[in-house]
Nanobody, 123 residues
Framework: QVQLVESGGGLVQAGDSLKLSCAAS????????MGWFRQAPGKEREFVAA????????YYADSVKGRFTISRDNAKNTVYLQMNSLKPEDTAVYYC????????????????WGQGTQVTVSS
């Protein structure tokens, strides 16, 4: 069983930056595809970014391309999401997910999830 714990969320102003972290335990982190998703109040969970097990492939939602960067450190069992030029519409709870066999934008294909971290961007 894999446990994921997100951290790094907070309240920032538009244009600021935040770096989220997702620490994994209980599994072989280096073999998992990892993804970041977010969910705003009243909306469905949406894809943000994903990274393959060896970091050779990354994927981004169009809404965050050029502003967000996903990365991972397999030695630290951690995946990161660097968020720059934040906008009020980025406000959401951000979740990381892990998959034994998938890297991409489909959240049902991720087997494990963290509890989420709140990001609030004020205008």
């Amino acid at each position: 069983q894999v446990q994921l714990v997100e951290s790094g969320g907070g309240l920032v102003q538009a244009g600021d930056s935040l770096k989220l972290s997702c620490a994994a335990s209980g599994g072989t982190f280096s073999t998992y595809g990892m993804g970041w998703f977010r969910q705003a109040p009243g909306k469905e969970r949406e894809f943000v970014a994903a990274i393959s097990w060896g970091a050779g492939r990354t994927y981004y939602a169009d809404s965050v391309k050029g502003r967000f960067t996903i990365s991972r450190d397999n030695a630290k069992n951690t995946v990161y999401l660097q968020m720059n030029s934040l906008k009020p519409e980025d406000t959401a709870v951000y979740y990381c997910g892990a998959s034994k066999s998938y890297t991409g934008s489909s959240y049902p294909r991720y087997e494990y999830w963290g509890q989420g971290t709140q990001v609030t961007v004020s205008s």
